[in-house]
Each structure stands twice: as C-alpha cells, then as structure tokens.
C-alpha cells in the first residue's frame, strides 16, 4: 500500500490563530516554530489542504476532495482555486480510475471536487461517510450541492462505526463534526481534521473554534495520537503542512525549488 499526499490548495487561514483558537499562546508560537516549522510565519497561518492517494491491491481510494474549483464555496472563502484534478494526472492516475472517495467529513474544504454540477466527478467511485456525519449535513447547502448528486446516482456508501474497507480501517473521530471520521492504513493514519495544527498535537486540549463539541474533539485527538504512538506510523492530517509524528513534529518532507507542496509518497 502507498500514501501519495495531494496538496489541493495553499492559503492564510482568514483568521488569526488566536481567534481561531483561544487558548494560543506565546509558548504554541515559540514551540511550533522550533518543532513543526512553515505552519505559522508572520504573514499568519499557514494551512495546506491535503487529499490522499492510497494505492495498493484493493484499488485506488482517495481520501477527502480537496477545495475544489474556482468559483467554488472553499476557494471563495480562501482566494484560492485547487488543483486535484491535475495532481491526479501527475501521480499517473485518472479521475475515473478512481475506486473510492473517503469523505473524512462533509465540510466545503473537503468535498470541494466531490461533484460537478449534477454528477459525481469521480464517475467510478463510490463515497464513503459515516451514518452519524449523513445525518448532520443532510438538507444543507453543501449536502445539496456536493453530496446529493452522489447519492442520486446511487454512488454513496454510509458506514457506521468502526469497519474494515479495502485494507483500511474507517475510525469514528467525533468532535469537529458529529461523523468525522479518520483512515487507519499501514502507512499514516489520515486525520482529516481531528487535529488542524501540530500544537494539537503536542496539546491535544487545545481547542478550535470550529469544533462543534470541543471536548469529544480532545478525545478523539487523544485516541489518534494514542493509536498512532502505538502503531509507530506518522498522522496525515489535512492542514499541518507535513506529517506529523505523534509528538506533533513535521516529518522531512521534498523540496522541489520553487513548487508549492509537490506530491509525494509517505
């Protein structure tokens, strides 16, 4: 099995990290710059919005959608247009050989590429979701516009609780949203946004704001860096610029001169 990370998108969170967590301090900042460098500058918040490619004999799964195209409700509330289609290509992949899409959760910088207009973009693909997160988003706008043309066309697959899905494991990691769920492969274990800076890691009782039950977050973060010290494999989340081990330190990551977060292999 390989993990190749796809990095949709680059941009300043629209907000400072101290509004965006209200416990940040001056000891995160000193910390974050000596052990998980290129998160936070002082331009601001740096987040990377990272899909994942797994590959390996039960086919091709790619987790999480990205921002999605110009126009789009991500790259609106970003300024910034992703780029997966064209990262796909280059790790020699088409978007209809694509076997599944993982959701680890419905939020706009997630699903962004799930749907074109009235169809699945991925037409050979089923979706992936926990019941519970289903639940949450359904009749929402960005149900409607990302999730509903997958389930008219009878692509979408809703898992309850912990399961098995082609060599993987799909772990409930509630918190940040009622369903969201994490990816358990042999490589990483890939977060999504259980944890959405690497202080989280180093701190997992430091909350966001955007986390609808705060205190089942910490949980969950603590499960995922208890599983992932464990297991002895990295955490992929979705915005940390690198992988992180479970301590919260950026593992070594290409450079490629001037090009922003090239594909790469875990």
């Known amino acids: 099995m390989d993990v190749t990370v796809l990095c949709d998108a680059v941009a300043v969170f629209p907000e400072t990290l101290s509004e965006a967590m209200p416990d940040w301090s001056a000891e995160h900042a000193e910390w974050t710059s000596r052990v998980a460098p290129g998160n936070v500058s002082a331009g601001g918040w740096w987040l990377h919005f990272h899909s994942y490619l797994v590959t390996g004999d039960a086919g091709v799964v790619l987790v999480d959608a990205g921002i999605g195209p110009a126009g789009g409700a991500a790259a609106e509330w970003l300024g910034v247009a992703g780029r997966l289609p064209g990262l796909l290509e280059l790790a020699g992949v088409g978007v209809d050989e694509v076997d599944a899409v993982v959701l680890t959760h419905v939020h706009t910088d997630h699903v962004g590429w799930s749907a074109e207009g009235t169809r699945p973009r991925f037409a050979n693909a089923e979706y992936v979701v926990q019941a519970s997160e289903l639940a949450h988003v359904r009749g929402g706008e960005t149900y409607e516009r990302m999730i509903r043309p997958i389930e008219d066309a009878g692509q979408l697959r809703v898992v309850d609780g ?105």
């Not at 910490?218 to 992932?228: D, K």
């Not at 479970?246 to 990551?253: F, N, V």
């Not at 090009?259 to 292999?265: A, D, K, M, Q, S």
């Open 162 to 266: 912990d399961v098995g899905f082609r060599g993987m494991r799909l772990l409930p990691t509630p918190g940040h949203t009622p369903g969201h769920q994490s990816v358990l492969t042999s490589r990483a274990l890939l977060g999504g946004d259980v944890l959405v800076h690497p202080a989280q890691a180093r701190w997992p009782e430091l909350t966001y704001v955007y986390e609808l039950d705060p205190a089942l977050a910490v949980t969950s973060r603590r499960e995922v860096l208890a599983l992932a010290a464990a297991s002895g494999i990295p955490i992929a989340a979705a915005h940390p610029h690198s992988a992180l081990d479970a301590e919260g330190r950026s593992l070594p990551t290409p450079t490629t001169g001037s090009e922003v977060c090239p594909p790469y292999r875990l």
